[in-house]
């Protein structure tokens, strides 16, 4: 691991009043003890907005952060020190040995800000084959209200995993995700001067197209190795509109004029050769009900979403399901190849679209090949009611399997509950537990992740007929506490 260089805030330009807010953050972000090592990742922002409330819009600025370990990250954005700091991460997903990825979310209130455009830069790239070592980023925010939907300006949504691989001598394209809610056109090029990128050398063994679309073609085995990629993501007005701040103050942006500029970087691995390039052999392939690349889900808050994902390799053991998305998505695994991936929108996710990417693994000997990338975007709706949208079955912390003994005037019966596809439905309640008796086998661990494994366990409890209202809390001495409100 090379040792980190300082960092220092760069190019920080700023005008309005939403920047101050923009500035603090980015100031915040980059403090390090001298001395501390890291391995940079990438990262990625977005901003999104609400519907118009008392006093504002309330805006959501989200930041992913990716490096070799979760430590690593907090020594990047507070110091070591985030359990003592106002600033939360929520850990996304670590692949021990390889990469952490954790997220920052920043609220604040938009009443029509003006322009404003913020950077930074660091320290050390992981190795990478193209000569990039500091990194540095830049964002450009228009928040003004516009003219055609009457809201502040959103930014494209995305997300990417840490890491993308492909074998050298298969031919891959990758579509990555570019999603605008207010219907602009989204295009990509590769980061391209001083205020986004240190050194500014493209992976040479990728193609990005204005769509975002990068293609890989088969290349040399002297090319092997890792490739730091730097993109930039912009929203394109598709027709002439009016942003108006707060000030009152009104400027125009015509058809074909960038809106905002949002930074996409993230590693690029090419792999020594597969035996085979074929989609099922060697590398995952995505079966039904996987859902499409680009696919547009809807839940509500407080309903549960889960994504089906179904991938098959004859040769190679499939292993894991790696993502990027909300923080609290759980992941669990019912089978060789068999994934869930659950989410239980809050009301702070609620009234947002959320991006979601993954890929799935698979091991052969002692070479890793994964499945192409798949993303979806969910849009949360705010009525909790409504019913949620949901593409299939059970998640990478492998779900409890539960027994439950229950009762039901006026006779007594046993009900199984397991996370398997085929689950039967109890016949309606009123249900009330008067003994639980749980086994739960999971690579979480119960110290660290006592609240995922109570979640996982309160869903799936109220998925077979107990109340919402109950309570679910996993004590010190390892027992299980369920209580329901009377």
């Known amino acids: 691991m090379k040792p980190f260089v300082s960092n220092n805030i760069q190019s920080v330009l700023h005008r309005g009043i939403d920047s101050v807010d923009m500035l603090s953050s980015v100031l915040l972000l980059l403090l390090l003890i001298s001395g501390s090592q890291a391995d940079y990742y990438g990262f990625v922002y977005s901003s999104s907005t609400k519907d118009l409330q008392a006093g504002g819009f309330p805006t959501v600025a989200r930041y992913l952060y990716s490096f070799s370990t979760c430590a690593e990250v907090d020594a990047q954005v507070c110091g070591n020190s985030c359990s003592f700091s106002e600033i939360i991460l929520n850990r996304i997903q670590e692949i021990s040995g390889e990469w952490c990825q954790k997220e920052r979310l920043v609220s604040s209130v938009n009443n029509g800000s003006q322009l404003s455009q913020s950077g930074f830069s660091g320290g050390n790239w992981t190795d990478n084959r193209n000569g990039v070592v500091s990194f540095r980023v830049q964002m450009q925010d228009e928040k003004g209200i516009r003219s055609d939907t009457g809201r502040p300006n959103t930014s494209p949504l995305t997300t990417v995993l840490p890491v993308l691989r492909v ?52 290349t040399s085995s002297s090319n092997e190795g890792s490739y730091a990629v730097q993109l930039m993501m912009e929203d394109v007005a598709v027709q002439t509109i009016t942003l108006t701040q707060a000030n009152s103050g009104t400027s125009q942006r015509n058809a074909g004029d960038v809106l905002n500029k949002i930074p996409v970087q993230f590693v690029f691995k090419v792999d020594p050769v597969a035996p085979s390039c074929s989609e099922g052999v060697y590398l995952p392939r995505f079966l039904p009900p996987t859902p499409d690349n680009g696919a547009k889900l809807s839940t509500s808050v407080n309903q549960i979403l889960e994504i089906s994902v179904r991938a098959e390799a004859t040769q190679s053991e499939i292993t894991d399901l790696l993502f990027s998305g909300p923080h609290n ?13 659950r989410w239980t929108p809050s009301d702070f996710e609620g009234g947002l679209s959320h991006p979601i990417c993954f890929v799935v693994r698979a091991n052969f000997s002692s070479s890793v090949f994964t499945s192409d990338l798949r993303c979806v975007v969910v849009t949360v709706g705010n009525d909790s009611a409504a019913a949620a949208a949901t593409t299939g079955p059970p998640s990478s912390t492998p779900a409890p399997s539960v027994s439950i003994a229950t009762a039901r005037p006026p006779t007594t019966s046993t009900t199984s509950i397991s996370t398997s596809a085929n689950q039967t439905t109890p016949d309606p309640g009123p249900y009330y537990v008067i003994a639980l008796n749980a086994k739960i086998s999971a690579a979480a661990s119960l110290i660290n992740d006592k609240e995922t494994l109570a979640q996982l366990i309160k869903e799936e409890l109220i998925s077979y007929g107990l109340p919402p209202t109950i309570s679910v809390r996993i004590l010190s001495s390892g027992s299980l506490e369920v209580t329901a409100a009377r």
């Open 167 to 218: 074998p050298s001598n298969c031919q891959r394209n990758f579509s990555l995700l570019a999603f605008d809610p207010d219907g602009d056109e989204i295009r990509c090029r590769d980061a391209q001067n001083a205020s986004e990128c240190d050194v500014c050398t493209p992976a040479p063994v990728l193609h990005l197209s204005p769509s975002c679309a990068l293609t890989f073609s088969p």
């Open 329 to 341: 998505v759980i992941r669990s695994e019912s089978g060789p190849g068999a994934f869930t991936l």
